[in-house]
């Protein structure tokens, strides 16, 4: 990575700060998955560490995790995220321990563990600083948790982005605006559908939903049909048979729908079918962007159903993000009211390891999350 990569564009705002110092005094460097272009390879090499602002917090990077988004190649950029600026750092994934906090933080402090959704891909950030890949990262306040002693950086860095992903489809007010999640919800008569349980997206849907007193009907192979129920699904339903429609209608019964979120591929038309047929909120979320939702799925539409697409970024600009990050998920999982799930397979150690870990989770997992060791 050249000196002119490093400090280009947006990311040329990075600068060295004065508190990341080893146990023996010793300034650690930092470095990062350097994408150099859009079509480029990954390459670790140097970065800066950024000082945080007043609403962010400096964290060491113990382990991430992979998501699609992270294998985006070429003209896939443009299609997903064409405002990103390179030199890039991308992922989302962090867990990890605070090195230094930003003056306005008073909920976290050195030394604390957490885990935290990365935000360098987003439009209004668009900076190296904060993606995941790299020893140092910055991540906003309000998108951190204090993780338990008890749970790993590795089992905690599954959780980012798909835990926001199914926060923002099931509790924003453009989405589905069920009410949040808390320590001791009141049993509601109401059922979310979950379209792909099994997916991490789905594992956290399944759990919010529980943990805000819904009712959860899901699908998942069959195989996983225990694992979504241990995350506090109800029902399941193989989503691979010719009837899944029908048996799902049937799970929900005269329990009226609070609404569904899709997740997966050709999720959304069955999904849209079930909101239809059966009582209750005729809306549906997917788990794609609203402009590949218009794009691929204009037949999945009916008549009186509402469909929406998610960003699962879009937590940090509103009420959800700070309500699940700072008040729900660090006391839940502290009380194991919350998993940190599916399961971790930690698949490497080291920057270098990443490029392999997103080509296994091109070639498909189920229920297990893929992560990389710093
Ligand atoms: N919009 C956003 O901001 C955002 C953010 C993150 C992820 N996503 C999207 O959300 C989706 C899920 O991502 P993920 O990381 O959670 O996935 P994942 O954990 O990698 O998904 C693996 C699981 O997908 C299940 N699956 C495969 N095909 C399915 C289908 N047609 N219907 C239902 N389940 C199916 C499999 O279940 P079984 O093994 O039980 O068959 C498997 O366990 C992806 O499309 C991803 O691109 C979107």
Do not use: C
């Amino acid at each position: 990575m050249t000196e002119q990569n490093t400090t280009g564009g947006n990311n040329a705002g990075q600068y060295q700060a004065g508190g990341n110092r080893t146990g023996h005094g010793k300034r650690e460097q930092n470095k990062a998955l350097w994408l150099a272009k859009r079509s480029a390879p990954f390459e670790a090499g140097p970065a800066q560490v950024t000082a945080p602002a007043a609403n962010e917090v400096v964290v060491r990077v113990r382990a991430v995790a992979v998501n699609p988004i992270d294998s985006l190649h070429g003209v896939q950029f443009l299609a997903v995220v064409p405002w990103l600026q390179f030199p890039a750092v991308v992922g989302s994934d962090v867990a990890g321990e605070v090195v230094e906090v930003g003056s306005g933080v008073t909920r976290l402090k050195p030394g604390d563990r957490v885990l935290g959704h990365a935000v360098g891909i987003e439009k209004s950030h668009n900076r190296a600083a904060e993606g995941a890949f790299q020893h140092y990262t910055v991540l906003l306040e309000h998108l951190v948790s204090a993780i338990p002693g008890t749970l790993s950086y590795e089992q905690a860095s599954v959780l980012p982005l798909t835990l926001s992903t199914a926060a923002t489809g099931l509790f924003q007010q453009d989405h589905l605006g069920l009410a949040l999640p808390v320590a001791d919800p009141p049993e509601r008569s109401e059922t979310v559908l979950v379209w792909g349980g099994s997916t991490s997206v789905g594992s956290n849907a399944i759990q919010l939903a529980r943990n805000a007193g819904y009712r959860v009907v899901t699908t998942a192979s069959p195989h996983n049909f225990d694992y979504v129920k241990s995350l506090g699904a109800a029902e399941a339903v193989d989503y691979h048979s010719s009837t899944a429609v029908d048996e799902l209608v049937e799970r929900i019964g005269t329990s009226p729908l609070a609404g569904a979120l899709a997740i997966g591929r050709r999720s959304l038309a069955p999904s849209v079918a079930i909101a239809a047929k059966v009582p209750g909120r005729k809306r549906v979320t997917s788990a794609q962007p609203e402009r590949v939702v218009r794009l691929r799925s204009p037949r999945a539409r009916r008549p009186g159903v509402h469909v929406s697409g998610i960003w699962g970024g879009t937590l940090k600009d509103n009420e959800v993000g700070p309500a699940i990050y700072a008040g729900f998920l660090p006391g839940a999982l502290a009380s194991g009211a919350y998993r940190a799930a599916p399961e971790a397979v930690v698949v490497g150690e080291g920057l270098e390891a990443i490029p392999d870990a997103i080509r296994q989770l091109r070639s498909g997992v189920s229920a297990k999350k893929l992560v990389v060791t710093l």
